[in-house]
T-cell receptor, first 113, second 112 residues
Framework: SQQGEEDPQALSIQEGENATMNCSYK?????LQWYRQNSGRGLVHLIL?????REKHSGRLRVTLDTSKKSSSLLITASRAADTASYFC?????????????FGTGTQLKVEL | DAGVIQSPRHEVTEMGQEVTLRCKPI?????LFWYRQTMMRGLELLIY????????DSGMPEDRFSAKMPNASFSTLKIQPSEPRDSAVYFC??????????FGPGTRLTVL
């Protein structure tokens, strides 16, 4: 089963608006990552937040992590048409031999001009 | 840096044929991951290697699937015999010390 579940499954906004995506997970984690996937392409890493961090920023991205609620959110401010993509959260659990990522179901974001 | 390289980019084959997907990870990375992505099941981890050793193959769907990593710069994912339900995009990713993963462009497999 998917460790991470994103909400909403799809989001459509106008250029310049903010986009917020949420992710919930089930087990204890080492860190949580967000990835973007453009149609027909591989995933691209956006940002990593460790389990002892609560908030992290990178450019127009803001990620929060609430380990008590087992949830994270990704905020994209001042969205652009180029932000149109699918966004996935992924949690890392240490398995002894290496770190294993478990991806959520993704949020499809469409930014319209 | 060329990034993760996968070949072929597209593969169309007939049911029952053997399919071999190839991956060259980023030089210096010590972990390699194989994923499968479909509309129905999303992104699934099939198997991953750490320092060329398979660590977790619990995601490999059945014995028709096998993966090898003979050295730090090459891995293969083989399906024999292939079936139509194996049609998907297969991604290879690599990472250094288990943090962010770098994905290849994927191989789109169609089994007729």
């Amino acid at each position: 089963s998917q460790q991470g579940e994103e909400d909403p499954q799809a989001l459509s906004i106008q250029e310049g608006e903010n986009a917020t995506m949420n992710c919930s997970y089930k087990t204890s984690i080492n860190n949580l990552q967000w990835y973007r996937q453009n149609s027909g392409r591989g995933l691209v890493h956006l940002i990593l937040i460790r389990s002892n961090e609560r908030e992290k920023h990178s450019g127009r991205l803001r990620v929060t992590l609430d380990t008590s609620k087992k949830s994270s959110s990704l905020l994209i401010t001042a969205s652009r048409a180029a932000d149109t993509a699918s966004y996935f959260c992924a949690t890392t659990e240490f398995t002894g031999g290496g770190n294993k990522l478990t991806f959520g179901t993704g949020t499809q974001l469409k930014v319209e001009l | 840096d060329a990034g993760v390289i996968q070949s072929p980019r597209h593969e169309v084959t007939e049911m029952g044929q053997e399919v071999t997907l190839r991956c060259k990870p980023i030089s210096g990375h010590n972990s390699l991951f194989w994923y499968r992505q479909t509309m129905m099941r999303g992104l699934e981890l099939l198997i991953y290697f750490n320092n060329n050793v398979p660590i977790d193959d619990s995601g490999m769907p059945e014995d028709r699937f096998s993966a090898k990593m003979p050295n730090a710069s090459f891995s293969t994912l083989k399906i024999q015999p292939s079936e139509p339900r194996d049609s998907a995009v297969y991604f290879c990713a690599s990472s250094l010390n288990g943090n962010e993963q770098f994905f290849g462009p994927g191989t789109r497999l169609t089994v007729l």
